[in-house]
Nanobody
């Protein structure tokens, strides 16, 4: 069973909004850092933000004010709400879990589990 499954990616126009979901199985979202990463063409995978076990949030500077991470521990699901999307934010968005980490590390290598990713395409 795949521990993380993303959904919600779509094609939108510049300025559009999306809500991505990440359903977790075998991982309890209330116990670990859960994060969203994205990988755009020609760039390394970057963390856009994360949420700690007790709900503490961290965002990259480039998405502050436009991206919102939340989770429903009862549903074991992580969310990413995105507003005002830009064309250079097109790419694959991944959720990840840093098992055993109470805070959210910034680097992809520190994450234990990954979803398969969901494609976001922003047209101008």
């Amino acid at each position: 069973q795949v521990p993380l499954v993303e959904s919600g990616g779509a094609s939108v126009q510049t300025g559009g909004s999306l809500r991505l979901s990440c359903a977790a199985s075998e991982i309890t979202t209330s116990n670990h850092c859960m994060a969203w990463f994205r990988q755009v063409a020609g760039k390394e995978r970057e963390r856009v933000g994360g949420i700690t076990g007790n709900g503490g949030l961290v965002y990259s500077e480039s998405v502050k004010g436009r991206f919102t991470i939340s989770k429903d521990n009862g549903k074991n699901t992580l969310y990413l709400s995105i507003n005002n999307l830009k064309p250079d934010e097109s790419g694959i968005y991944y959720c990840a879990a840093a098992v055993g980490r109470w805070i959210c590390p910034p680097l992809a290598n520190d994450y234990t589990y990954w979803g398969q990713g969901t494609q976001v395409t922003v047209s101008s």
